[in-house]
């Protein structure tokens, strides 16, 4: 608007000039048709330049109001992408608290396992020391034994220790007659009373007899077998060592074997008079054994 108000006063300045300049009328109106066509021409090139303006105008408020668009889509990616993050955080935080009780609770746990570990070991230790003790012990008894009968031989005597137990074992020759089940040697009878004595110190020892013959029948038909011969002799040893060296009889068993476990060949006389043979087995009392175990484990 600006420009085509600067347009006319310059027109009538131009014809200002031409009065003041004395044109004739007929120049002056082609003067004037002449600037009224140009003017003409100017308006349609500005409309034509106001037109692409506006165009322009419209373009970039359509460009605008995209961009706002996508401006408004990405501030909604971003909400929804905080709100994700907000999300993760959270469950991160209740991952971590539940971590943390979890490993409160697994500590708890494993000082309890600790305690239960720490007690069985010292109920181990317990039963450990029980059983290592009857076996120092059993040997103790063993050595006592050998002590007290020194002047007995290989052939009358042998002791053994083994899997905690102890083997006393008397051969025939110190103990019995010849074919006989009742009937002591002297020698034989004194051996049981230097063992019994022993024996006296250690009351939680249990002694199970186990009498063995050599394959040959029995000289007297009334035994039978060698299991009967074998048992008669037995219950000759328990029945001496209680009656008359005062081993309880709860602490005594007596059995036979007859020729059924021989410690030698009984093809030859010397194998079969280490058959024929008394086994004293001494070891802790099974009964008195538990007995302390039990103890010891409350």
Sequence with gaps: MELLKRTHLFMLFLLVLLLTAGVGKKKHLEAVSALESEKALQEAQYKVQLDNANDRIDELLLQLAERKGENNALLGMQDRYENQIRALEDEIEQMNSKASDQQASMGKDLEEKEKIIAEQNRKMQAVEKILSGDETAVIQLANSIQKALPDLSPDELMIEVKDGKAT???????????GSVSRLNSGGYEALQKIAEVLQAYPGMFITVVAHTDNKPPAIK???????FSVLRAATIVR?????FEIGANQILASGKGEFEPSASNETS???????????IIAPSIEDQARRIRAALK
């Design 222 to 228: 009334s035994y039978k077998d060698n299991w009967n």
């Design 270 to 280: 010397e194998g079969r008079a280490q058959n024929r043979r008394i086994e004293l």
């Design 168 to 178: 006393i074992t008397l051969y025939e020759k110190l103990m019995f007659r010849s």
């Design 240 to 244: 001496t060592m209680v009656g008359e």
